[in-house]
């Protein structure tokens, strides 16, 4: 069955430091990886995509994450946390018909 | 491209009425889905369109749940009987033909049970 696992609940860095939010995932075949950003009481706004290809993408605001396919893992980083990233995160897999969202890690950053 | 709309964008009902919900995803999308998300939780599918096909159903949903997407363009998800556990929020997402795989949320009909 197809699941999505986010280990961390909650993640508080520092303004600066730098990030990494972890997601975990069990799928039939290597499915399509997103990572999307809510800020509170806004719309889900996709942050990056990973369909094939080069395993290290890059999206928006800074952000970029790493497919490794023997972990099963698709791990959002930024080098440098900016206040305004602080919001809750979550990654989905899917595939072409599919979409299933892990439930998410809460990011607090700190000044 | 207008977006994903959702109607209404909050919706008060007391325990066993029967509420409805529409979505209007972007025009040329030909998948549909549903999700309920509560607060510190992830969006949990609930169900998935294409064109007018509904072609998954999450086994967690109750027979009081039943969507529809006649004509394959916007889709309505109801819920009858309603029951206070049913508070949450509810988003539509659409997506175009296969290869187009961004997933477009709106943003959500809140819905309060009472």
């Given amino acids: 069955a197809q699941s999505v696992t986010q280990p961390d609940i909650h993640i508080t860095v520092s303004e600066g430091a730098s990030l990494e939010l972890r997601c975990n995932y069990s799928y039939g075949a290597t499915p399509y990886l997103f990572w999307y950003v809510q800020s509170p009481g806004q719309g889900l706004q996709l942050l990056l995509k990973y369909f094939s290809g080069d395993t290290l993408v890059q999206g928006i605001k800074g952000f970029e994450a790493e497919f490794k396919r023997s972990q099963s893992s698709f791990n959002l980083r930024k080098p440098s946390v900016h206040w305004s990233d602080a919001a809750e995160y979550f990654c989905a897999v899917g595939s072409n018909n599919d979409m299933r969202f892990g439930a998410g890690t809460r990011l607090t950053v700190k000044p | ?114």
């Fill in chain 2, 1 to 114: 491209d207008t977006g994903v709309s959702q109607d209404p964008r909050h919706k008060i009902t007391k325990r066993g009425q029967n509420v409805t919900f529409r979505c209007d995803p972007i025009s040329e999308h030909n998948r549909l889905y549903w999700y309920r998300q509560t607060l510190g939780q992830g969006p949990e599918f609930l169900t998935y369109f294409q064109n007018e096909a509904q072609l998954e159903k999450s086994r967690l949903l109750s027979d009081r749940f039943s969507a529809e997407r006649p004509k394959g363009s916007f889709s309505t998800l109801e819920i009858q009987r309603t029951e206070q556990g049913d508070s949450a929020m509810y988003l539509c997402a659409s997506r175009g033909g296969v290869g187009n795989e961004k997933l477009f949320f709106g943003s959500g009909t809140q819905l309060s049970v009472l």
